[in-house]
């Protein structure tokens, strides 16, 4: 016979009688039957956490515990045995049944189907702080027709024969008959609580009391179980077990009430600390697909405010800055007063308490064992927050251990002291251009929405170069860093090693290293840096890269406007280095890094190319249209398709201009090498996308690609899939072993 979900009815189910009989009758012998298929679903849910079970039987145990149900009640009936304990313990059976079924069903149809299972024990809950709840309702049939959907609902939804669509509306209408259920029953009570046991405001007190306390468990639990990684964070993963919580909740019942206070005031600023580091983590994860590191992450604080600025502009990112302290402020207040709370709450109800404790730590022991989660690498048995704590105190462990390792790998240089005579020999009297396209990772070439497009612009520039007797070889990089960061990109390539943390790079600036640029230098070449996104002085790049001339954005003569971060065109760039440094007569070869800016995040403001002629000082660009993507910060990135068909449209836009520029100005002794600095961040690479950025060398003069016959780069543009892939701290080794006289392999 099916029982309210609730219990609300257990007293009165089955007859009028009260406890008085306390001996199993034949309907309770059924009961106890249902009881045990009940276990044995919940032994198969449990193990489906971690492992894959049979649903058939699963189901099958389901169906016969719903049957009996209804078996129970008949025999009730007919032999008269009905009592209070038995439909007491009807009531039970059926609520965990419900709730065990919705726990399996939660895993695919999400994380609100838990309400129907939880539903009964929230009403319980809420019957210790308001006695009028516990009050015996009346019986009433649509309370079990209600009690059975739930059971039908769920079994047929854990057999998954419906389409998905149809089981998850049967779902909602079950939930929904379920509130009104409980509605109902709540209103009847309330309309029936004894006169004068409670003042209205005593009642509306007691209401508020359970809503905060339940308010100061949920924030607690949630700071505690949210993950720190965007793949990780759904719903279903805080539906989990925090072992921190747990021993805090000891802790607080043992304590006294002024170590308690401590305890709850410290613990809560512990917490605020966690929550930042997850939302830190989660930040980095997002755009740059690694963790913090605090000994190189915090000294770019900002570096990085003043990058939002240019991307976003000054007022959404005052904004940002704004919402960021208020957020820190209101976290440091609303933690510290929920673990008041909670701590207060369970030390007035010291037996609970330590029952609850004992019953969550038995089923963390449990889910620990067989590894259960609902969520990929979010274990139900959680101690993320410590674990978190834990792995940051490694990561600055690791950092400052890191710091010798570097130091030994930057003195390592059999380069540095190759001869003069020896050095780049088989590039002499060329001009070199060593081109960072920023963000132009493989993404852009493979399995993306805008791949063709850039793959037919690859096409039409290979075609272009020919035209002016140009042809390329190409291959992949494995940059150092991702969807930012481009000077650990740069730094790598030019000294030949692995710069993947801000205090590597910290660590390498002041050091003596060769570089590309140094190498260049030495044999005779003029050495420029064109990094147009740059505005302030820069004295590590005469000191560590050598430059000869550093031209930043007010070094060009620029005189139109920005375009989002991008301070300039990429167009007007290779125009300005045309008239500043590779147009002039009777100068010295040229090797000069190339920073193009024009592909950089946000890609919501495009510019046109235009004939090279019109170019002139950039004033042009005040009176030309160009593709921008208006609206605010947050509407803009929240469309995923148009920040990707943007991103792959500023990509065409630096691809074509470079061609072009080859075609137009390029003489016979250039050589270009373009590559992507790192590949583009969320939301056009999605998860996991990896590091490979394209690499291409480009020359008129045959004997050039011929010295890099055997790296096993392909002809064109375009790396082939199976293209070979080497880290970019190994370019340097390798560019100067095909290009210089020394002897050895090439």
Known sequence: MAAN?????????????????????????????????????????T???????????????????????????????????????????????????????????ARFAGAWVLAIGAARYAFLLAGYALPWLRAPLPPRHWRKVVCAT?????????????????????????LALLAESFGRDVWWLWR????????????????????????????VWAALVVPDQPEY????????????????????????????????????????????????????FENFQRTFEPLGDVGQIGNALETLKLEDGASQARLI?????????????????????VTRVAAAHRRWSLRIVAGLAAAW???????????????????????????????????????????????????????????????????????????????ALEESSFAPEVNEALAAGDKRLASAGFHSRSGFLISPTFGGGSWLAHSTLNSGLWVHTLRRYGQLLPERRFTLASAFNRAGWRTVDDVPSNDRPWPEGKHFYHWDKIYNRNQVGYHGPTFSYASMPDQYIYAALQRLELGKTHRRPLFAEVDTVSSHQPWNRIPEEIPWSKVGDGSIYNHLPNHFEGGSFLSYWADAPRVQANYGKTIVYTINTLTSFIQHYGKKNLVVIELGDHQPRNPVTG????????????????????????????????PRKDAPVWPMSSFRDKFLDAFDSRPGPK
């Open 365 to 443: 022991a449990v889910f620990a064992v067989i590894g259960a989660e609902f969520v990929s690498h979010t274990p139900i048995a959680s101690a993320v927050s410590a674990g978190l704590l834990f792995d940051e105190a490694k990561t600055v462990r690791a950092e400052v251990d890191d710091v010798g390792v570097f130091a030994r790998e930057i003195k390592h240089d059999p380069y540095r002291d190759t001869p003069t005579n020896q050095l780049l020999t088989a590039l002499r009297g060329k001009d070199v251009l060593l081109v960072f396209a920023e963000s132009f990772g493989r993404v």
């Open 5 to 45: 979900p609730s219990g609300a009815d257990g007293r009165t189910t089955r007859g009028r009688a009260y406890w008085g009989g306390d001996r199993l009758g034949p309907a309770d012998w059924v009961t106890l039957v249902r009881a045990a298929l009940a276990a044995a679903v919940a032994v198969l849910v």
């Open 687 to 718: 998860e996991r996308a990896g590091h490979q950025v394209p690499i291409s060398i480009i020359s008129r003069d045959p004997k050039v690609l011929e010295a890099i016959q055997g790296w096993g780069w392909n002809p064109g543009l375009k």
């Open 321 to 341: 800055e704004i919402g960021a302290v208020v957020g820190l402020v209101a976290a440091v207040v609303v933690l510290t007063l929920a673990m008041l709370r």
């Open 47 to 105: 193990h489906s956490l971690a492992d894959r079970v049979p649903v058939v039987l699963l189901v099958s145990l389901a169906s016969v515990a719903l049957v009996l149900d209804w078996v129970d009640g008949q025999v009730a009936r007919r032999t008269g045995t009905t009592s209070a304990l038995g439909a007491r313990l009807d009531g039970e059976v059926d609520a965990f049944l419900i709730l065990v079924l919705s726990v399996y069903v």
């Open 233 to 284: 964070l759904s719903s279903g993963a805080l539906i989990r077990i925090p072992l921190e919580g747990l021993a805090l909740v000891t802790l607080a019942v043992v304590l006294p009430v002024t170590g308690r206070r401590i305890l709850a005031v410290l613990t809560g600023l512990l917490l605020v600390l966690v929550l930042l580091l997850k939302v830190i983590n989660y930040e980095i």
């Open 150 to 174: 739930q059971g039908i609902v769920l079994t047929v939804a854990a057999a998954r024969v419906l389409p998905r669509d149809v089981a998850d509306a049967a779902l909602l209408a079950a």
């Open 192 to 219: 029936h609580r004894e006169e004068g046991a409670r003042s209205a405001w005593t009642e509306a007190r007691a209401v508020i009391a359970v809503l905060l306390t339940v308010a100061s468990v949920a924030i």
